[in-house]
């Protein structure tokens, strides 16, 4: 037993001597303004859907805090209401942010049958798609890998659709972090039932 221990920590040991660096290095360059393209989506089956942008447009983010003012009258003295509290008022302050790049691709419409749906994506940067909101109803686009980086593929896994046409779209989001770059890819499903 204390050999197996021993032989533990030496390799242990041995691992992380091998293992450190001598000089840090430098990831990248953190100058670079992120980028995000869509360029493909496929799915399993092999088919492949057009990643046509219908719509893109520049964009500025618009942000607001809320800032508060005691009353006063004309005296400087502050103003009490009827509850003795004073009285605050609120004012929402309203600024621009960053300018964002916004893409809309067109709609993709997929067959009734379970399936995985792999969006291809090339980015310079770390990247995000949350799944896609389901309106309260059962999720049918379950996108599997919701954050990564770089040059990446998507996977969602699509529920087989026994019904009529999906009532809610699947609207999947694809954004820089700080959102510089987004996509918005819309799904919809077919059911099995229509003709």
Known sequence: MKKLVYATLVTGLMTCISSCEK?????????????LKVTGITD??????????????????QYFYRKSDTLKDN????????????QIKWDTIYYNGKTAKYYELEKIMLESIKDTV?????????WRAPIPSAGGKLAWF????SAGGGDSRIRANVARNRS???????VQYIYTPD???MYKLVFGQKGEKDK
Do not use: W
């Not at 005296?75 to 509850?83: A, E, R």
């Not at 792999?118 to 770390?126: A, H, P, Q, V």
């Not at 009529?164 to 699947?170: H, K, N, Q, T």
């Open 23 to 35: 000089e840090a290095v430098n990831p990248g360059d953190f100058t670079l303004k992120p980028e």
């Open 44 to 61: 399993v089956f092999g088919t492949t859907y057009p990643a046509n942008v219908i719509r893109s447009v520049d964009t500025t983010y």
């Open 75 to 86: 005296s400087g003295k502050y103003v009490l209401g009827s509850d003795g509290k004073y």
């Open 118 to 126: 792999l969006i291809d994506i090339e980015s310079n940067s770390k």
């Open 142 to 145: 379950i996108t599997e890998n």
């Open 164 to 170: 009529f046409l999906r009532s809610v779209e699947a």
């Open 179 to 181: 959102s510089t770059v």
